[in-house]
């Protein structure tokens, strides 16, 4: 198990309130490179996020304040593998736009694991995902939406990506969508998770014998 810090950066003027929270890696000796690496990445993500949003907001003309936040998780971390999911908010009255980054690794590979490293890609399941996501985000659009017109627009899912965001918990993956990703209709982002338990037949090698608690259950 890798130790994490918490750090934050808190900074308040009269248009912009910042309030943001990421993690910290604490470095190991045999796995200093990586985790260096790792951690530059979340902080520049951190300050970049941070910069865009005073800027943007630093133009507008509002009597609201902007409330500019992330808060991250621990959403896996064993076997030297780490899963984050960062969420980066910005708030404007009761107006918030949300978007995840998901920071995935394995720390004694040292490399970034990819929705490809967590299923077998020599099965189609790459097409029973697409499937089973867009039966999800077709029935939260539905409620969001007032008449077949709006419901037929919204609905933009098509496959998701090799670079799709989502994060590593020990029973599944979570695929994570920005706010409005999916549609003008649906103001938060959404998360559906992919429980391991239905689908075993896909998994990969790798995720059976380093992530899934239950591999034993994987029949041959």
């Known amino acids: 198990m890798l130790y994490i810090n918490s750090k934050s950066i808190k900074e308040n003027n009269e248009i912009v309130k910042c309030n943001l929270n990421y993690p910290f890696i604490k ?47 621990i959403a896996f971390n064993e076997n030297d593998i780490i899963s984050i999911p960062i969420e980066f908010s910005q708030l404007i009255g009761l107006y918030d736009i949300t978007y995840v980054n998901c920071y995935n690794y394995d720390i004694g590979l040292g490399q970034y694991i990819s929705l490809r490293d967590i299923f077998d890609t020599t099965t189609n399941i790459r097409d029973i995902i697409n499937e089973n996501i867009s039966n999800e985000i077709n029935i939260i659009t539905n409620k969001y939406c007032n008449s077949y017109e709006d ?20 029973d599944g993956v979570v695929i994570c969508f920005s706010s ?29 014998n380093n992530i899934w608690k239950n591999r034993d259950k994987v029949t041959n």
């Open 180 to 208: 409005y990703e999916m549609s003008k209709y649906i103001p938060h982002f959404i998360e559906i998770k992919l429980l391991f338990s239905d689908y075993k037949d896909y998994l990969s090698k790798y995720t059976i």
């Open 151 to 170: 419901y037929d627009k919204a609905n933009k899912f098509k496959n998701i990506y090799d670079d799709q965001d989502f994060y590593i918990e020990e």
């Open 27 to 73: 470095k190991q000796e045999y796995k200093k490179k990586i985790i260096s690496v790792i951690n530059q990445l979340i902080y520049e993500d951190v300050i970049s996020f941070k910069n865009v949003m005073n800027d943007d907001l630093s133009k507008c003309r509002f009597n609201d304040i902007f409330n500019i936040i992330s808060e991250y998780k």
